[in-house]
């Protein structure tokens, strides 16, 4: 069974090097050049890290509220 990345992330053009990357790569394999914007995976683990922040802020208010 073959995996195909490509088709799951996409591919983006490195500008240093004009190399297609793979989207879940955030380094050029090639020239080692870091892409500035995060993919939209690492985007949401963001935002779930965020939630769970939230999340735990109106736990521990609401425990103090209780007591
Ligand atoms: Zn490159």
Request: charged share 20%; net charge positive; glycine share 6%.
């Amino acid at each position: 069974m073959k995996i195909d990345t490509d088709r799951d992330f996409g591919t983006r053009e490195c500008p240093a090097c004009a190399t297609e990357v793979p989207a879940n790569n955030n380094r050029c394999p090639i020239c080692g050049y870091e892409f500035p914007n995060p993919t939209p995976m690492q985007r949401g683990v963001r935002l779930w890290g965020a939630l769970l922040m939230l999340v735990i802020l109106l736990a521990l208010m609401f425990s103090a509220m209780v007591r």
